[in-house]
T-cell receptor, first 109, second 111 residues
Framework: GQNIDQPTEMTATEGAIVQINCTYQ??????LFWYQQHAGEAPTFLSY????GLEEKGRFSSFLSRSKGYSYLLLKELQMKDSASYLC??????????FGDGTTLTVKP | EADIYQTPRYLVIGTGKKITLECSQT?????MYWYQQDPGMELHLIHY???????EKGDLSSESTVSRIRTEHFPLTLESARPSHTSQYLC??????????FGPGTRLTVT
């Protein structure tokens, strides 16, 4: 099975940079996803990492270290609209994803 | 980007009623999923399908059932609704990397 840990809550200031960490323990790792979920809405896909390293997509970047069972999502130039829950999800060899509990990010002016 | 639809968006129904939550996607994705999520809480996988005539139970025990007769359609049925079924139900389909695209959800209230 999969065990995924993320901080429950984080707060950051508009314009700043924030890093949301995710650690996982898995019996079969085949990729890691990050999703964004605004309150009352469905999650939306942000990024996918399967190899070690950094994937950059605009203001968002995601990093993976498979040997450490560790990933982070980096958000730059924070905007108020980035206030949301960020979900880390790990995919197994069968293709099934297990979601973490999510990190609620609050961006303050 | 996947186009995935759920109906109804909101449903209030009495205890004991049979209900079917509809989910359709137009991307031709083989893999589809149903999740249950209470406000502010984690996602729980209740059913998934990797193709027509293939359905599996997820990690969370559920009294619901699903069917997959057509690729684009993955309805979820509750034979007898109970107040404990009150929740948000999210349908998703996955693309080539198994990234998931979610529908807008059905918010179910059982009175």
């Amino acid at each position: 099975g999969q065990n995924i840990d993320q901080p429950t809550e984080m707060t950051a200031t508009e314009g700043a940079i924030v890093q949301i960490n995710c650690t996982y323990q898995t019996s079969g790792f085949n990729g890691l996803f990050w999703y964004q979920q605004h309150a009352g809405e469905a999650p939306t896909f942000l990024s996918y990492n399967v190899l070690d390293g950094l994937e950059e997509k605009g203001r968002f970047s995601s990093f993976l270290s498979r040997s450490k069972g560790y990933s982070y999502l980096l958000l730059k130039e924070l905007q108020m609209k980035d206030s949301a829950s960020y979900l880390c999800a790990v995919r197994d060899y069968a293709g099934k994803s297990t979601f973490g509990d999510g990190t609620t990010l609050t961006v303050k002016p | 980007e996947a186009d995935i639809y759920q109906t109804p968006r909101y449903l209030v129904i009495g205890t004991g009623k049979k209900i079917t939550l509809e989910c359709s996607q137009t991307m031709g994705h083989d893999k589809m999923y149903w999740y249950q999520q209470d406000p502010g809480m984690e996602l729980h996988l209740i059913h998934y399908s990797y193709g027509v005539n293939s359905t599996e139970k997820g990690d969370l025990s559920s009294e619901s059932t699903v069917s997959r007769i057509r690729t684009e359609h993955f309805p979820l049925t509750l034979e007898s609704a109970r107040p404990s079924h009150t929740s948000q139900y999210l349908c998703a389909s996955s693309g080539p990397l198994y990234e998931q695209y979610f529908g807008p959800g059905t918010r179910l209230t059982v009175t």
